[in-house]
């Protein structure tokens, strides 16, 4: 998943946009964007949507992001969406590998009251939106089966440490939330799950998320979350290889292919070495070739 669009649960018309938006994924949001009056209403309308939409073909991944485990409303929101049978939920504030073992838990028991395959509803973690969410980060590695990502929250993370502001004059994030980026980022990689960045919440500066997400991209994640449709088209362009990374990358895998065995190659005037060949795999399997 490319782009990942955060859509309010009770947004009306707001959902249909979002679905034609050209995202990846849809995360119907019931956490930060629903105040606590209306969550029961927001509820309802994630499962009246999740019904009528689930069943299409052709359509965007549809994520809810629940409330956290720490909110007491994670099990008023499962009984709620799960018959729906969204593809994953949106684990925010999730606080290492044992609260995704609780969370699949509860998935696991209103599937089987929903009549669902058990592990049919993936989780996509909000890993580090917390001080104890980054001391954890390192802790998903086969925690469930059921993990599709990890991704990480500034806004949350700021509030609790008290800052005045989690980038600076020029849109780059201050030194507490690069490291909080790149705890995401290894905690990935340890897990080998993808790692999805975060928000740019500037969706006006079509220029500033272009450079952060190309930077986003050179460092490893594959995807990122949206909070406006206009922000899809850039952060699809940004995570589609090009057919010349591609034609490279096919380039790498059948230099190693002609050489069985050979630690490094050369490719283009270029010794390359194993991790090289990693590299031009995955990038392969992204996008099926």
């Known amino acids: 998943m490319r782009s990942l669009l955060f859509v ?148 949350d993370l700021s509030a609790e440490l008290g800052a005045e502001a989690n980038r600076d004059e020029h849109g780059l994030l201050t030194e507490p939330y690069r490291l909080a980026r790149n705890i995401c980022l290894y905690g990935a990689a340890a897990a080998k799950l993808p790692a999805i960045e975060t928000v740019y919440v500037d969706f006006r500066n079509t220029e500033g998320l272009r450079r952060d997400t190309t930077e986003a991209r050179r460092d490893g994640f594959v995807g990122r979350l949206a909070i406006h449709p206009a922000q899809v088209a850039v952060i699809n362009e940004v995570f589609t290889p090009t057919a010349e990374q591609i034609e490279k990358a096919k380039a790498v895998v059948a230099a190693f292919a002609a050489k069985p065995g050979a630690g490094a190659v050369g490719v283009d005037g270029k010794m390359l070495d194993r991790p090289h060949l990693v590299r031009a795999q995955n990038l392969l399997a992204r996008t099926g070739n």
């Open 8 to 155: 309010p649960a009770d947004g009306g018309t707001k959902l249909d946009k979002a679905m034609a938006s050209g995202a990846d994924a849809v995360i119907i949001d019931l956490e930060d964007s629903i105040t606590p009056e209306r969550k029961a209403n927001a509820r309802a309308a994630c499962l009246e949507f999740l019904k009528a939409t689930a069943p299409k073909t052709g359509r965007p991944k549809l994520l809810v992001r629940i409330n956290g485990l720490d909110t007491g409303m994670t099990d008023a929101d499962l009984d709620a969406i799960v018959a729906g049978k969204p593809d994953a939920v949106v684990f925010p504030k999730a606080e290492g590998g044992s609260t995704v073992v609780h969370l699949d838990a509860k998935l696991t028991a209103r599937e089987a009251i929903a009549g669902l395959p058990e592990g049919s509803i993936k989780v996509l973690a909000q890993a580090v939106e917390s001080a104890a969410g980054l001391f954890a980060a390192g802790t998903y590695r086969d925690a469930s089966k059921r993990l599709i990502g990890m991704t990480w929250g500034p806004e």
